[in-house]
């Protein structure tokens, strides 16, 4: 195994992993984080599994702060200032659930769907009760060692594969959003599909129709603040998923407008890679939006912006409002989104930016500002015409790696409690517009 791997991990995370170890705890680094580390991108955030369960990890770190989250999915957050690390137990795949035991509101989902996920297992149990291959790969620093319990990870990782464990039409059926999870590794890292998992993935698009609109709004969130939005969409409507997710925006995906909002979003994700670029929530909702608000209420080719009048912002929000439905943003990052929006007349025309520098949003409304120069405005020296933040100096201050709050999707319909808990930590991510995580879910 490369001797690298340990270099590119938060100390502080071997150190979590290293304390549930000496406790006698089996514990590895799970997840998209180490899918990330192999692929020799830099991790945003770590997902911890542990033999070890919610009250004894509290043991554990009884010198730290630590709180017991939700009720279908329990797990440990271990919070660091203003970090949080999840930290779950091995899990095992449930027995089948009596139909009493499903939600009222989803008595009509799949069979097989599920919707408590609480029964502890093995590492070996948690491994093959996730959902692709590439996501069941473990990692354990402390010995410098990978674990790769399907025996297909590591190569279908190498091989860009996107592999279901066991089934794939049962594996989607117990979980609607694992069929967005498949396409969003097409669109993010161009995996192709296993032929099994791919036949299964058109088949079950419909699905998703049975999954929270709670969960499936913090999945657009995650697929916003990625650096591969754009890309991800893409694939979304290829395989027909866009018309189930965001069927508004899927009606009008070959329009012109659609195609300037994605060569956008791709010049975003660009910057936010070579970290000249802000992973912004808001911005990219306003990239989504500019292009159509232009040709509806500007009447404008691409670049050509409109003219402020009385209400404009009511118009830009139902423009907002109408791409993403039936999803929905929190009111801040719509809020954010209109603004951005109406900065962009004074950058363009380069009015009273200096009285504006030291405003909440100027920073993200530059960026956007930049970015439309370059593919449309071409005015010389934009860049260096704009003045920097005020509370700021020079390029974004970058986040340490996130260990993020908010609840891990898991499997099935989100439980109300679990839902309050991880909304509250998609607003606050989406208020401080910092760089923040790409994706991360348990699966992932």
């Excluded at 990330?36 to 509290?58: F, G, H, N, Q």
């Excluded at 380069?350 to 120069?373: M, V």
């Excluded at 409690?417 to 879910?441: G, I, M």
Aim: hydrophobic content about 35%; aromatic content about 8%; glycine content about 6%.
């Amino acid at each position: 195994m490369p001797k690298f791997l340990k270099n590119k991990i938060d100390p502080y995370i071997i150190d979590v992993i290293g304390r549930l170890r000496s406790a006698g705890y089996e514990t590895y680094l799970v997840g998209g984080a180490v899918r990330d580390i192999l692929l020799d991108r830099v991790p945003k955030d770590y997902d911890v599994s542990t033999a070890a369960t919610p009250e004894e990890v509290r043991r554990v770190f009884r010198d730290r702060h630590t709180l017991i989250i939700g009720r279908r999915f329990r797990l440990v957050h271990l919070i660091r200032g203003r970090d949080v690390t999840e930290i779950s137990t091995f899990r095992k795949r449930p027995e089948q659930e009596d139909q009493a035991d499903r939600p009222k509101r989803c008595e009509n989902a799949p069979e097989n769907m599920i919707f408590h996920d609480n029964a502890f297992g093995t590492s070996r149990d948690d491994a093959f009760r996730r959902d692709f291959t590439v996501n069941a790969i473990f990692y354990d620093p402390i010995d410098d060692k990978l674990v790769d319990h399907t025996g297909l990870g590591v190569s279908d990782l190498r091989d860009g594969i996107v592999r279901t464990i066991g089934d794939p039409a049962l594996r989607f059926e117990e979980d609607p959003v694992r069929v967005l999870r498949a396409i969003k590794l097409v669109g993010q890292y161009g995996f192709t599909m296993e032929p099994e998992t791919g036949k299964a993935v058109r088949a079950s698009l419909d699905l998703i129709l049975h999954a929270s609109p709670s969960r499936l709004s913090l999945e657009l969130e995650k697929i916003l603040r990625n650096s591969y939005t754009g890309a991800i969409l893409k694939a979304f409507h290829e395989y027909g998923f866009l018309k189930y997710f965001l069927p508004e925006l899927d009606a009008v995906f070959e329009t012109p407008q659609t195609d300037y909002a994605l060569q956008l979003l791709a010049l975003r994700g660009e910057r936010i890679r070579s970290g000249i670029f802000r992973a912004s929530l808001s911005t990219a909702v306003a990239m989504v939006a500019l292009p159509f608000a232009e040709a509806e209420i500007g009447q404008t080719e691409r670049g050509g912006l409109w003219e402020y009048y009385m209400g404009v912002e009511s118009d830009l929000r139902h423009i907002i409002l109408r791409l993403f439905h039936p999803l929905v943003l929190t009111h801040r990052t719509t809020s954010d989104a209109v603004n951005n929006l109406l900065m962009q007349i004074r950058f363009k025309t380069h009015r009273r930016l200096h009285s504006f520098a030291d405003r909440k949003g100027y920073p993200g409304a530059r960026e956007f500002a930049i970015i439309q120069n370059i593919l449309a405005w071409h005015i010389p020296d934009f860049e260096d015409s704009c003045p920097l933040p005020v509370r700021s100096s020079g390029a974004p201050k970058k986040r340490r790696r996130g260990h993020r709050g908010g609840r891990r999707g898991g499997n099935g319909n989100a439980d109300p409690a679990q839902d309050a808990q991880t909304v509250h930590a998609a607003a606050q991510a989406a208020e401080s517009e910092s760089v923040t995580e790409s994706e991360r879910d348990f699966n992932e």
